[in-house]
């Protein structure tokens, strides 16, 4: 049997800077729901007088200003204006039991149906947005935060006795996000290692994180308006770099900032025809310069069957000198 009762109470509570709200019941089949995402529409044909619909939100919540909806009617609609309404309840809560829904919530809209064609509807998600609508659109008066939804819309007949067009007449169910104009940046800073670098315990002058040319405070995340941002490291520790990132409205772009432990350099002269090893590995020519990480580490120089070895220490981004001379030892043995 497919049927809605609907059952009106008053709400002795008033919503903040909202108009005094009923809290409703619909009992009825639910349809599948209207899954929206920031960036895209959900769409649902077919929809039958007296069957619930579901719209819940999707994706992260910060991007939502708004949600609106689209309602096409048939043309018996029309033919018989007033023989139905539109209820849209919300935030909901839902029951659901052999098939058969209850939700109850307030009520953000009560409206009958004049005619064919489309209808749109704009509910507000946050205190501070101020969403676009045309002249067309009817916009719901109170704030619904979005972390309250589902929210609940169906269509129910006013009047017994009606024609079997208008008992049978399905509608077009779309809705669609109003995002706000934000994007988010998340930056992972992977290690050389493997592993990942909490920006949480950065410190300057180890970690200067700049975005658009401005100091800010190491993050994950950073929520910034649409269009190109450039982030720029300055380190004593790692390796300055910087990239640059599109971000668009409503979408949380994933890079990653890889960090490059930053090296010393070290040039070294040895004796012509000398062999120079720095940690086991042979490095080109008597003389020149390599570079090696922050810490600990051995040079090795074999002139002939002379061997000198010495061990030395360096820091992020130094210079250092190394020379390296044999001594002549002269002895008297008799």
Do not use: C, W
Request: glycine share 6%; no cysteine.
């Amino acid at each position: 049997m497919r049927s809605t009762i609907l059952i009106r109470a008053l709400v002795t509570a008033l919503l903040s800077a909202s108009p005094l709200l009923y809290a409703q019941s619909l009992r009825g089949p639910l349809n599948d729901p209207l899954l929206i995402t920031p960036t895209s529409e959900a769409r649902l044909d077919n929809v039958a007088i007296e069957s619930i619909t579901l719209i819940e939100l999707t994706g992260d919540l910060r991007f939502y200003d708004a949600v609106e909806l689209e309602l096409s009617s048939p043309s018996a609609i029309s033919e018989f204006p007033g023989a139905v309404e539109l209820n849209l309840l919300g935030p909901v809560n839902v029951n659901e039991s052999d098939d058969i829904a209850t939700i109850s919530g307030p009520e953000l809209i009560t409206e009958p149906l004049v005619r064919s064609g489309k209808t749109f509807y704009q509910i507000v998600l946050r205190n501070d947005a101020r969403p676009d609508a045309s002249p067309a659109v009817v916009q719901i008066g109170n704030v619904v935060p979005a972390t309250t939804f589902p929210l609940a819309i169906t269509m129910i007949t006013r009047m017994k006795g009606l024609s079997e067009s208008i008992n049978n007449a399905e509608f077009v169910l779309s809705a669609r996000a109003v995002p706000r104009d934000i994007g988010a940046v998340t930056i992972a800073y992977p290690l050389e290692d493997g592993t990942s670098y909490d920006p949480a315990s950065a410190r300057a002058p180890d970690f200067q994180l700049f975005l658009d040319g401005d100091e800010v405070e190491p993050a994950s995340e950073f929520l910034v308006s649409p269009g190109l941002h450039r982030f720029r490291l300055v380190s004593d520790r790692f390796d300055n770099q910087e990239i640059t990132v599109g971000v668009e409205r409503g979408v949380n772009q994933l890079v990653q900032l890889p960090l490059n432990v930053a090296m010393a350099t070290v040039t070294y002269s040895a004796p012509r025809g000398a062999t120079v090893f720095v940690n086991g590995e042979q490095v080109a020519g008597a003389s020149g310069d390599f570079t090696v990480p922050p810490g600990d580490h051995t040079i090795v120089v074999v002139v002939g069957d002379y061997t000198v070895t010495r061990r030395f220490s360096v820091g992020e981004k130094r210079t250092y000198s190394i020379a390296v001379t044999m001594d002549i030892a002269v002895e008297e043995i008799k």
